[in-house]
């Protein structure tokens, strides 16, 4: 089974050289640090950067650099600042390659839910609804189960939704799925997972076909 | 060269009333017009409905006006650093509309633009767009969002000078310029008000134009919310 960083290495060797990159908060913020280094690639933050950078030495930080996370971070050459409207017009306009973010629940259609629990926790969706509404490459970086034990990767999701039929890939701690017009597609499993295990964590309609390669990471 | 300087920020503040609609700039506490919001707590207005992409903090930001009960609304993107607004949503006492960020940052930039309204694809088969109108542009679908209407708007700028020229700093940048010229009255504060001329036109974020009143603000704090930091 993998840890977050597990989950954040996996997901790295889907960037590709040339690619913009917008990482949503939690493990997909951890990517970044596992991004092969002999290929170019830049990071958005929807409150207006591109080309972030690490997060700074002790002492560097900028109370006016920030990413979404609100966290401090350190531009690297060739990074601009934009305001709000221009950011969004790069995600909205499809000009970023991949976005990877978290989510509660997601249904085998592509279905995606993270912004609210009703009567119980509302953050809102800070410009998650715009980027899986826009973008055409969303992975989803999340735990295969929740606290409780139940499957996050449902038949239809249960929480209010934050997008439609939108996500393309699911890289869980336990297996890397795509969504394909059938359900749930299991293309691999994460080391020392079996099959059974995945399909008795998985609540929606999962397609097994062939042998399923165990993930490479490293 | 048409003068907006105003001397502090209680003649910046002139002719804000309880019960107005205010946009306020800022990504969680970066950007924010602490010498406005402060200033608003002083003059103990209520039912004021704000549009701000985040809600502050407990202790700092628009977080002080939540505290003190003086905000009827909020309209948002996300609000999740904040226990005090949480509460007061989930209970009821304060009106909430959470709205995509895209949305929202488009609903500025259409007031400050003339544009009534817009599509956009974002929210659209979520609780975002109940009660829209929806709408079919090829194969996709978008929902209709209307701007912004509201009567003064705060904004925060590193440089700008007395015509009203801004400069903007990092990611301080933000929903500022979209909020410029999107109220009625905009009212920008600064950490430094330079001579005229001494901004380069060509470095020129937010023309003076867009600008009502603009002041230089003091003892700004820019309170950092999640200090990260990499081992050496």
């Known amino acids: ?218 | 060269m048409i003068n907006k300087k105003v001397f502090n920020v209680k003649d910046a503040l002139e002719g804000v009333k309880s019960g107005m609609t205010l946009m306020v700039g800022g990504f969680g506490l970066s950007g924010i017009p602490e010498n406005a919001i402060e200033q608003l707590v002083k003059l103990e207005l209520t039912d004021l409905i704000c549009i701000s992409n985040n809600a502050g903090v407990d202790d700092f930001g628009l977080g002080l006006l939540l505290k003190k009960h003086q905000i009827k609304k909020m309209i948002s993107s996300y609000v999740g650093e904040n226990d005090e607004f949480e509460r007061q949503m989930l209970s009821g006492e304060l009106e909430v509309d959470l709205i995509p960020q895209g949305t929202l940052a488009e609903k500025c930039r259409s007031a400050q633009s003339g544009i009534p309204a817009f599509y956009t694809p974002a929210g659209f088969g979520t609780e975002v767009a109940e009660g829209k109108e929806t709408r079919a542009f090829g194969n996709k679908m978008y929902v209709l969002e209307h701007a912004f209407k509201a009567d003064f708007s705060f904004v925060k700028a590193w440089k700008g000078d007395e015509a009203g020229n801004l400069i903007f700093k990092g990611t301080a940048r933000n929903f500022n310029p979209n909020m410029c010229g999107a109220a009625k009255i905009t009212v920008a504060e600064v950490e430094e008000i330079v001579p005229l001329g001494e901004l380069d036109p060509n470095q020129i974020h937010i023309p003076g134009i867009f600008i009502q009143r603009i002041f230089q603000g003091s003892n700004y704090e820019k309170r950092i919310e999640q200090r990260t930091i990499r081992k050496n």
């Open chain 1, 1 to 218: 089974m993998l840890d977050k960083i597990g989950i954040a290495k996996r997901i790295a060797k889907e960037v590709k050289d040339g690619y913009y990159v917008n990482l949503g908060i939690g493990i997909p913020t951890l990517v970044a640090n596992f991004v092969r280094d002999d290929i170019e690639v830049e990071f958005q933050s929807e409150n207006g950067v591109l080309g972030m950078g690490p997060f700074p030495f002790e002492g560097e930080e900028d109370a006016d650099i920030i990413n979404a996370g609100k966290q401090t971070i350190t531009t690297l050459p060739g990074a601009s600042f934009f305001d709000s409207a221009l950011s969004f017009s790069m995600i909205r306009g499809q000009h970023v390659d991949l976005t990877i973010l978290g989510a509660m629940e997601v249904s085998e259609n592509g279905d995606i839910a993270n912004w609210k629990i009703p009567g119980f926790m509302v953050k809102g969706m800070g410009g998650a609804m715009d980027l899986v509404a826009s973008a055409e490459n969303i992975i989803v970086a999340m735990m295969h189960t929740n606290k409780k034990g139940k499957s996050k990767l449902l038949k239809r999701c249960s929480l209010p939704l934050t997008g439609v039929g939108c996500i393309n890939k699911i890289v869980t701690n336990l297996a890397v799925i795509e969504i394909t017009d059938g359900g749930f597609k299991l293309l691999e499993r994460a080391p020392g997972i079996s099959v059974e295990e995945i399909v008795s964590s998985t609540d929606g309609r999962l397609i097994i076909d062939g042998d399923i390669p165990e993930m490479i990471i490293d």
